[in-house]
C-alpha cells in the first residue's frame, strides 16, 4: 500500500503540471469535472448503470459514485466534493479514506443540487469536462467553456503516456482477468454452457456484469465468428469445438483487456491454427519498438496472416506480398491489430498524432484499425490478431476472380470453429516492451 501511495502522489504530480500547461494555453482558471449523473430509464423508475467521466477517474479512483465534482487549477491541490447523502433506500458511499486522499481536498456534497452554492463563486472561465452539459449551463458556466474541444484534445492525447500509478494499476486488473480467463477455461473444458461459463469468470474476477469494462464475449463454437457476441447460451451446444473468451476486469477504473482461443480437440487443424497464431502474435510483439507507426504492425499482421493460410493450405498459389496486396487476408482478419487501452477500453486518441488534435485516419483498405500513432514510451496497447470464418466476408470471394486460389472445402470444414482471437497487453519502453499478460503466465 506504501508503494501505491507514493506512485499516486506521483501521478497527482503529472497531471497537475498537464492542467497547468492546458489551462495556460486556452487562458482558463480551473477545470470542473463532473463524475457524472444516474440516467433513469424511461417511464420508469430506476437508473441505468452509472459509468463514470473517464477524465474524473483519470485524477481519482471514485467509480461508481454520480454527482461528484472536481475542482482543478493546477496549482492547489484538487478538491472533490464527494456524493455523500442521507439515504436509506440506497447503499450511500461515505467519505473515502484510502491511499490517495491524502492528496485530494475531499468536501462532503449531502445533496447533489447544493453545488452551485459550494463552488467558487467565479466560473465565467472556467471549463467543465463532464457528460451533462446542461448542468454546466446551469452553474453558469460560458457555452464555449462546456467540454472545450481544445482541452479535450489535450487531455486526451496525453492520456496515452500512462504514469508509474496508472501502470501498476493496469497490472493489477490483469492479474484479476487472468484469474477470470482460466476459470473459464476449467468451465470450457467441463463442458459448461456459454451463460455458465460467464458465471464462472464474473465469480473468479469478483466483477459484475455492470463492473466489466466491456461486455464479456463468451462463444462457442460458430458463435466465435460474430466478434462482438455477447448473446450467452445457456444450453451447451451438443458438440464442444472451440471457445473464444475476450474479457477484461478493472482495477481502480484501469482496464484490462484479453482474448484467447482454445482448441476442444487438440489433434484437430483448428488447434494447429490456434498454436500457430499464437506463434505469431508473439513474434510479432517482439518486433514492436517505439519510433514506429502501429499501422506498420498491422500491416506485417496481414503478411503473418497471409503465411499461415499458405502453410495450412486454405490458400495456394500465390505469394504472401500478393494476398496481402490483394486484400485475400481481409476476410480472415477483418479488424484492426488493436487498440490503445487505459482508462477506457477502446483508449481515446488513438489516432491523434498531437495534442491539438491532428487526426491521422486508418489506411483505406483497413478501416477498423483503431490507433495510427507512432509508438512512444508509456503507451499501452493491445495486440489481437484474428483468423476468422466468417460466411457474409467470404462470399465476394466465393465468385471473385481470386476464387480458384481458395480451398473452400476445407475452409467450410473449420466453419463450425468460428474463429480465432488471441490478444495481449503491451507497454511500450525506449527499448523493450513489457508483456503484462504473459508475463502472468496465461497461457
Wanted: net charge negative; hydrophobic share 40%.
Amino acid at each position: 500500500m506504501d508503494s501505491l501511495v507514493t506512485l499516486y502522489k506521483d501521478h497527482i504530480s503529472v497531471l497537475q503540471q498537464r492542467a497547468q500547461q492546458v489551462l495556460a494555453r486556452f487562458k482558463l482558471d480551473a477545470m470542473l469535472i463532473h463524475s457524472g449523473e444516474l440516467l433513469t430509464v424511461f417511464l420508469d423508475d430506476h437508473s441505468y448503470p452509472f459509468k463514470v467521466n473517464p477524465q474524473f477517474k483519470a485524477w481519482v479512483p471514485v467509480t461508481q459514485v454520480p454527482n461528484c465534482w472536481l475542482w482543478v487549477d493546477g496549482v492547489n491541490k484538487p478538491k472533490l466534493w464527494f456524493w455523500s447523502p442521507v439515504d436509506y433506500w440506497h447503499n450511500v458511499e461515505p467519505l473515502p479514506q484510502s491511499f490517495w486522499t491524502d492528496e485530494i481536498e475531499i468536501v462532503q456534497l449531502k445533496n447533489a443540487d447544493e453545488i452551485a452554492q459550494l463552488l467558487p463563486a467565479a466560473r465565467q472561465n472556467v471549463a467543465y469536462i463532464g457528460p451533462v452539459p446542461q448542468r454546466a449551463t446551469q452553474l453558469d458556466i460560458q457555452a464555449d467553456r462546456v467540454n472545450p474541444q481544445g482541452v479535450l484534445d489535450y487531455l486526451h492525447y496525453h492520456r496515452s503516456y500512462k504514469t508509474d500509478y496508472e501502470l501498476a494499476c493496469m497490472r493489477q486488473a490483469q492479474k484479476v482477468a487472468v484469474l477470470g480467463h482460466r476459470a473459464a477455461k476449467e468451465a470450457f473444458l467441463s463442458g459448461m454452457s456459454e451463460f455458465d461459463i460467464n458465471v464462472a469468470y464474473l465469480s473468479a474476477t469478483g466483477h459484475r456484469d455492470t463492473d466489466v469494462p466491456y461486455g464479456n464475449i463468451v462463444a462457442l463454437n460458430e458463435h466465435a465468428a460474430v466478434l462482438h457476441y455477447t448473446q450467452l447460451q445457456q444450453q451447451p451446444p451438443e458438440q464442444l469445438r472451440s471457445f473464444l473468451l475476450d474479457a477484461g476486469a478493472e482495477y481502480n477504473g484501469y482496464a484490462a483487456d484479453l482474448t484467447r482461443t482454445y482448441a476442444a480437440q487438440s489433434d484437430s487443424l483448428f488447434a494447429e491454427l490456434v498454436n500457430d497464431l499464437n506463434s505469431e502474435e508473439l513474434a510479432l510483439i517482439d518486433t514492436l519498438k517505439a519510433g514506429v507507426r502501429y499501422t506498420e504492425y498491422h500491416e506485417q499482421m496481414h503478411q503473418r496472416i497471409a503465411r499461415l493460410l499458405l502453410k495450412h493450405q486454405l490458400v495456394k498459389g500465390l505469394s504472401e506480398e500478393a494476398m496481402v496486396k490483394e486484400n485475400l487476408t481481409g476476410p480472415f482478419l477483418p479488424h484492426g491489430l488493436g487498440h490503445p487501452l487505459g482508462l477506457q477500453v477502446h483508449d481515446v486518441a488513438g489516432f491523434m498524432q498531437d495534442d491539438r488534435g491532428t487526426h491521422l485516419a486508418a489506411p483505406q483498405q483497413y478501416p477498423y484499425l483503431r490507433c495510427t500513432r507512432v509508438l512512444e514510451p508509456r503507451m499501452v496497447l493491445t495486440i489481437e490478431p484474428g483468423l476468422y470464418f466468417i460466411d457474409s466476408l467470404l462470399a465476394p470471394w466465393r465468385e471473385g476472380k481470386y476464387s480458384q486460389y481458395f480451398d473452400w472445402e476445407r475452409i467450410d470444414s473449420l466453419k463450425p470453429y468460428g474463429g480465432i482471437r488471441i490478444e495481449d497487453n503491451v507497454v511500450i519502453y525506449d527499448n523493450r516492451v513489457e508483456n503484462m499478460t504473459r508475463d502472468l503466465n496465461l497461457a
